[in-house]
DNA sequence: TTAAACTTTCAATAATTATTGAAAGTTTAA
DNA sequence: TTAAACTTTCAATAATTATTGAAAGTTTAA
């Protein structure tokens, strides 16, 4: 395998992947693409190597701004603007775990929380939603917490630890 | 919060929870509803609570029990088939997890160890792709690794004392 | 200031994914 | 056997989500 279908075919997983940590495919071809890219790229780049439009380049690169994945980057004796994405994948992981923990899991605990915790009128159907959804909050917010825990290990030596000592 | 509203409330929150797991709407509400029935449930029952068609139910079952989530269960006296989910939560986050890294995740770490392997031609660009697409791939098979063997304690101790230590 | 170079917005449309429901298929009781 | 009770399949359609591209907006150099 040469590097153009190598490349082709990390942007293309990469994107197909973008489901699983919560976005959509554009917006991590974007990110594939500059975190394999060797300088910072500008709109034009992005829109004539993943052939997409203006807007939806605009517009996702703005989602990976949000995300806090992408930055803007001035290059001197260039008026457009330039885009790189953290290069580094531990901090990139800490930043996906703790936004996809904020948008989405916090939300579902707080819904677990309050239906775990209606009044309990001793009917079967009543007590069985209540054990249930209480046991899938406290799931949840352990899985949660030991998430982002781990991802923010700087130095990681506990997942480090833990992996050799479990493999 | 009454039962009704409660109810409904946990399992909308749960279908669109769906897509974190990796499943669709309905899955994931037939999935919920089987988890807080207190018996099991056949095909005119879930069709009529969560208003789809007989179809929709159908195949949504079939891939639930393709998981491994879902089990048909037979009511003497009955000729028609009736459903369960497994109950346990552990045993739930077992399951999803082994399911998710066999189905996604080992495809992709299949993919990031091609494309880092290519030849190092001594190009910038390639050595960037190898270096990232390693880096990668090093970190998702970490993550893999260690939510598998997380989930995968029954007596979860690891994860109970983990949690504590870090809190 | 102004006009060229750029970015953003957003209605229209395309692409994808989920859902329906009727027809075909299967199972079981009599 | 057969016919009633059930389940599955799958083409058609609906719903959702992503994408386009032109118009509007913004910035900057001269």
Redesign the interface.
């Given at each position: 395998?040469?590097?153009p279908e190598?490349?082709e075919?990390?942007i293309s997983?990469w994107g197909s992947?973008g489901?699983?940590w919560?976005i959509n495919k554009a917006m991590a071809q974007i990110q594939a693409l500059l975190?394999?890219?060797?300088k910072p790229l500008c709109m034009e780049d992005i829109m004539e190597d993943l052939k997409i439009s203006r807007g939806n380049t605009s517009m996702n690169l703005r989602q990976l701004m949000d995300w806090g994945i992408v930055t803007k980057v001035l290059v001197s004796g260039e008026r457009k603007e330039f885009f790189t994405t953290e290069?580094d994948?531990?901090e990139l992981?800490r930043i996906v775990a703790k936004e996809r923990s904020r948008r989405?899991?916090k939300p579902?605990i707080k819904?677990?929380e309050?239906?775990s915790s209606?009044?309990d009128?001793n009917?079967?159907?009543?007590r069985?939603?209540i054990k249930?959804?209480k046991?899938?909050k406290?799931?949840t917010d352990?899985?949660d917490?030991?998430m982002n825990?781990?991802v923010n290990q700087k130095q990681n030596w506990?997942?480090k630890s833990?992996?050799k000592f479990?493999?």
């Open positions: 395998m040469e590097y190598a490349k075919k990390f997983t992947l489901t699983l919560g975190f394999i890219s060797t290069k994948v531990q992981a989405e899991i579902v819904v677990l309050e239906v209606i009044k009128d009917t079967e159907k009543t069985e939603l249930q959804t046991a899938l406290d799931l352990d899985l917490t030991l825990k781990l506990l997942t833990v992996l479990m493999k």
